[in-house]
């Protein structure tokens, strides 16, 4: 990855001091060039929000007719056509009991939303003393304050500690390490979800808020789905105690795992769900939280007022873009692409890695696909984290031409790596096989033997 000094070439805060990127010059499809031309498949779609690759007529045309009739409005003057089109359809594909839209820019804003709604709801009811969140160990939920104390992903947190959300957090439902011999992948799920009977019951029921948790955990254990019946489950706990159930599809919504919502394939609907990244496809930053009717009306009754916003909320380019990406995930058949094609990556991925020394497990949803890397197949061991592998696979698949995107810290935050796809769901058939060949020649330059 070109690498040079950092204050003579430009001004930009970077995420890594000591790593200038290239620049980005234009995208193409499934491919985002470089200001020399080099071309990168988009096999991560950025963080998981291209779904549409890079240059959509559709959604581009969109954002320009938007920009040209109505840029901006003040949500605290006008609604506007793109935004409540944008909401009607986003509900009637959401699962049942969601009502009501919120939009905002980004999915940690739609998280904050999510908790300070859930904690508003509560204190409109008269149960102010309900302000307890229970999440999962290896989750992330969003870098702002609120959500990184809800996010179960502790290198990010430790920086920042005291975080301003009491949380407590259990186990995820991580089969690949969790199950035990013997047991099954049913009794595995409802003994997981069981701890947060046991974590409620320790806290006392009436001081817990939420639970909340990624239906398919995305970037802190890459494409980890859950066993069938842990979430059904999970449900039933939550209603028994009252407790709301937040699902953050920031990263595995809007079609990735192959259903529109990712909860759909749990045959489970959230009190609360936030989604970003593919809402907008990358082509304006917007995301969106979503509630019930039942939540919608408490706050309707009581004060009348949501105790939040920001300036961009509903903002109508951003509306529009997301308008035409929202048509062709659904109408268009692109949801359903990406279960197809899903299939046909996890085929190819197996085929080629199924029997890799140092690929454990290959698992996900849709065209959302997570490989875990272990020192061992046999024993599960982990590479040890000071080798550095996520940053040497991207490195490799980078200079291949393949973004992917592998992450450490896999099993406890600090020990473990997988690596993550989550391409635009208009690839074909012919790169899917770019994909494994790049990976593959990634793997090669950067595992160590
Ligand atoms: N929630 C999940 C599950 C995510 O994966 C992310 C981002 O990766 C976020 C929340 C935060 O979204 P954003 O980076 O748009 O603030």
Avoid at 6 to 34: E, K, M, W
Avoid at 129 to 139: F, G, L, M, T, W
Wanted: glycine share 12%; proline share 5%.
């Amino acid at each position: 990855m070109a690498a040079s000094t950092f204050a003579n070439t430009s001004h930009i805060f970077p995420r890594h001091t000591q790593v200038i990127p290239p620049r980005a010059a234009r995208g193409d499809g499934c491919y985002i060039l470089d200001k020399d031309g080099k071309q990168y498949f988009d096999g991560s779609g950025g963080a998981a929000v291209s779904c549409l690759g890079h240059s959509d007529p559709d959604v581009i045309a969109a954002v320009q007719d938007q920009t040209a009739t109505l840029a901006y409005a003040h949500t605290s003057f006008f609604s506007s056509d793109p935004a409540e089109e944008l909401a009607d359809l986003l509900i009637n594909h959401a699962p049942k009991g969601l009502d009501r839209v919120y939009f905002v820019s980004g999915g940690s804003e739609a998280m904050e939303s999510a908790l300070k709604l859930a904690r508003q709801y509560f204190t409109e009811i008269g149960q102010p003393q309900r302000r307890h969140v229970i999440a999962r160990r290896q989750s992330y939920h969003g870098n702002t304050l609120g959500v990184l104390s809800v996010g179960g992903n502790m290198w990010r947190r430790e920086q920042f500690a005291p975080l301003l959300i009491e949380t407590t957090h259990i186990s995820p439902c991580y089969e690949y390490r969790g199950r035990a011999e013997g047991e099954s992948a049913f009794d595995y799920g409802q003994r997981v979800a069981n701890e947060l009977e046991a974590e409620i019951q320790r806290l006392g029921p009436d001081t817990v808020m939420a639970f909340v948790a990624e239906p398919v955990v995305g970037a802190t254990a890459g494409a980890v789905p859950p066993v069938e019946g842990y979430f059904k489950r999970v449900r039933e706990i939550c209603d028994q105690h009252g407790v709301l159930l937040i699902l953050d599809e920031v990263m595995c919504g809007m079609g990735r795992t192959g259903t529109l919502f990712a909860c759909e394939q749990e045959g489970v609907a959230p009190d609360i769900t936030a989604i970003a990244k593919g809402l907008g496809a990358g082509y304006q930053p917007i995301g969106a939280m979503l509630c019930t009717k039942q939540i919608y009306q408490a706050i309707e009754e009581g004060t009348g007022f949501f105790q939040h916003g920001h300036t961009y909320l509903g903002h109508p380019v951003a509306a529009a873009a997301s308008r035409a990406v929202l048509r062709k995930l659904t109408e268009g058949g692109l949801v359903k692409r990406a279960a197809v094609m899903g299939e046909t990556l996890n085929t190819a991925l197996q085929e080629r890695f199924g029997q890799h020394p140092h690929i454990g497990d290959i698992r996900g949803r849709g065209l959302f696909r997570g490989l875990e890397l272990v020192a061992d197949r046999a024993s599960k061991a982990p590479f040890a984290p000071d080798l550095a592998l996520p940053k040497k696979i991207k490195a490799a698949a980078f200079e291949a031409g393949l973004l992917c995107y592998p992450m450490g810290g896999t099993i406890d935050g600090k020990t473990g790596a997988h690596i993550l796809l989550a391409p635009p769901f208009i690839m074909t058939e012919d790169q899917i096989g770019e994909v494994v060949d790049k990976l593959d020649i990634a793997l090669r330059a950067a595992l160590p033997g």
